[in-house]
């Protein structure tokens, strides 16, 4: 079990490391021919995206219509049907204030 801990942590120093020099490579490049210090940051993080995978949510409609394992609907999705409820809500009122008017 102390040998799986130590390569697991060899793994994740070595990736990290791997990240660093990436990230630093590609800051340095773009930094050398734009002169722009935020262009060579957003470059440099969009390069180590590409090549080692991003964390981010991108797919919303993944995400309206994923539900988790309890059971409950995620949060974009009740969001968008509370959003819909009130709508239809308001629409009926201000339809049938619209009839008592006339």
């Known amino acids: 079990m102390g040998g799986a ?3 697991r942590r060899s793994h ?6 791997i990240v660093r020099v990436t990230w630093l490579a590609k800051y340095r490049k773009v930094l050398a021919e734009t002169g722009n210090e935020g ?3 957003f470059e440099a ?4 995206r590409r090549a080692h ?7 919303d409609g993944a995400m309206l219509h994923e539900t988790p394992r309890s059971g409950m609907p995620s949060a974009p999705l009740a ?7 009130c709508a239809n809500i308001v629409n ?4 049938t204030y619209q009839e008592l008017a006339l």
Do not use: H, P, W, Y
Request: net charge positive.
């Open 79 to 85: 969001f968008l049907v509370l959003t819909l409820v």
């Open 45 to 48: 993080d969009r390069s180590v």
């Open 5 to 7: 801990r130590t390569r």
């Open 92 to 95: 009926r009122v201000a339809s």
């Open 12 to 17: 994740v120093g070595s990736s990290l490391s």
């Open 53 to 59: 995978g991003s964390s981010a949510r991108t797919d």
């Open 39 to 41: 262009e060579a940051i």
